[in-house]
């Protein structure tokens, strides 16, 4: 296999590296392909770009090699658009994919996209290209419905949660240790590594998180005596995350409780 990447972002280096580091022919180019054509036709490109930028990238691919891409993979790594944005590609000849990988990347980093899952989305008469293009990283190949943009949005808004959203909470933890005076290395770190850990095993086992506190407990006094100690600039974020919480846990309490505390939490809203 050679592969070409274009995109040279956090995710395109990263798939980039891990290629080269497995020992697999790759070149990189940035977001807008150059003049030159590359040094080896690929059997497979990687577009790492912009979500808004598929299309237009997907037409300069084909201007830039022509029917140099007959036959040729080339896949998208959105987590939420599908194949469809590749169509300039696929009407060139080349065989088309959307293939994801689960991670966040705060920086161009090989290991990120090593033994991770990958959502793909193809053609039955392409999977086996892709799950071998997974199978580069030791990767865990998941099958999206082709075309599908309701289910492709499912599968990003599943990421979005697992990473994405924790940084609310995270955000306001920090804020709060802040005002509470707190040196929030010290007493932040621990809990949210022991949380994580939790959490992992929860999900890994596939039994309820261990969820602690006022909340889960009913304690409905307790949690308006902590809502309304916070300064008013932070009372707002506290309420919303503890109404999502409330949502996964409200099957546990009695609904009298239940209502009693959604009272408390939206006074603020």
Known sequence: MHVGVIGAGKVGLS?????????????????????AL?????STI????????????SQALVDWMGVDLAGVLVIHC???????VLHAC??????????????????????????????VECLDVDAVRC??????????PHRLPHSNLEAKLRYHAAAVAASNLLYASLSLARATANVAQL???????????????????????????????????????????QLHALPQELQSRYALLHLAL????????????VQNIRDVLTVTQ
Request: charged letters at 15%; glycine letters at 6%.
């Open 90 to 119: 696929a009407h060139s000849g080349a065989r088309t994919a959307a293939i994801h990988p689960f991670q966040t990347f705060a920086s161009a980093d090989a290991s990120l996209v090593e033994a991770i899952g990958w959502g």
């Open 78 to 84: 959105s987590g939420r658009l599908t194949i469809d």
């Open 38 to 42: 590359p040094p080896f036709v690929p």
């Open 183 to 225: 040196p929030a290395s010290e007493f932040l770190v621990p809990i949210i590594r022991q949380t994580i850990a939790n959490a992992h095993r929860s999900i890994e086992h596939n039994i309820p998180f261990g969820i602690t506190g006022p909340l889960v407990r009913g304690d409905v006094e307790a949690l308006r005596l």
């Open 46 to 57: 990687v577009l790492a770009v912009a979500d808004a930028d598929y299309e237009q990238q």
């Open 15 to 35: 798939i980039a590296h891990a290629l080269q580091n497995a020992g697999v022919p790759t070149w990189v180019q940035s977001r807008r392909c150059s003049l």
């Open 246 to 257: 409330l949502d996964a846990v409200a099957h546990t309490l009695p609904s009298e409780t």
């Open 131 to 140: 799950y071998e293009f997974v199978a580069l990283f030791h990767g865990t």
